[in-house]
């Protein structure tokens, strides 16, 4: 994942922050910024500049489940598969939310004992 950089669009709030906490967990680089450097989108709907760039570029577009899936399982899945290109389900994060936090909590404690 370190090789990744992936740019977000679409989600707001607390549920960007999750999605940025996440990228982070995996250690993944968050960009603000899409560029054609960027490797991932993770996208809440198939609209907007980024989203078209994107496109345009060949970047892999999925949604936020496709992260939340490496945090929770340890493995990298194929962007392809339909749960993940799957955009605008306004569910999409409903059971993540409940688990994020306390899955950051425990990452980033992790991260601390780290041999540096």
């Known amino acids: 994942c370190a090789k990744m950089k992936i740019s977000v669009t679409g989600y707001e709030g607390k549920e960007r922050i999750y999605v940025k906490d996440?990228?982070?967990?995996?250690?993944?680089?968050?960009?603000?910024?899409?560029?054609q450097q960027n490797t991932h989108l993770i996208?809440?709907?198939?609209e907007g500049l980024k989203h078209t760039k994107a496109q345009k570029w060949g970047t892999k577009i999925v949604n936020a489940?496709?992260?939340?899936?490496?945090?929770?399982?340890g493995v990298v899945s194929v962007t392809t598969e339909k749960k993940y290109t799957a955009l605008g389900d306004p569910k999409e994060m409903t059971l993540h939310e409940s688990v994020m936090p306390k899955l950051i909590e425990c990452w980033h404690n992790f991260s601390q004992h780290e041999p540096k």
């Open 65 to 73: 489940r496709w992260l939340s899936d490496i945090v929770l399982y």
């Open 22 to 35: 996440m990228i982070r967990v995996i250690g993944a680089v968050y960009t603000g910024e899409l560029s």
């Open 43 to 46: 996208s809440r709907k198939s």
